[in-house]
């Protein structure tokens, strides 16, 4: 019978590679990059989806991950939905995502990246 080693990690050992499971992904770093250029304000789905290319129903798949994940939070206005970042992500998490968000892009069309390609 084999034993588990699960106890022998650290919690905030298991918390970091969980964020960088959540992280792992270009369009989950895109979608989050935009939801933080909307401000206070959010984002709209539609806003994201601008310079993404993915059909609707693949981008709503990380959308569900991520809110699944509480990284983001989305709210009704009216008659559209924005999207946050969760308020309520601990600090040191919080302080992770902002830090990878930081990272000027620059795009460079000799470095893109087939997306498709990424996710096999």
């Known amino acids: 019978m084999a034993f588990s ?15 960088g499971k959540i992280l792992s992904h270009p369009v989950r770093i895109r979608i989050l990059r935009k939801i933080l250029e909307g401000g206070a304000e959010g984002a709209t789905f539609n806003q994201i989806n601008t310079g993404i290319p993915l059909d609707d129903s693949t981008l709503s798949h990380h959308f569900e991950y991520l809110r699944k994940m509480k990284i983001i ?5 009216k008659r559209t939905t924005k999207h946050f970042i969760n308020p309520e992500l601990d ?4 302080r992770i995502v902002q830090l990878i968000l930081s990272v000027p892009v620059v795009p460079d069309e000799d470095e893109a990246y087939d997306l498709h390609l990424l996710s096999k």
């Open 73 to 77: 939070t989305s709210s009704d206005f």
């Open 91 to 94: 600090f040191t998490l919080y």
């Open 5 to 19: 080693k699960a106890n022998q990690f650290l919690p905030q050992e298991y918390h970091f590679a969980l964020m």
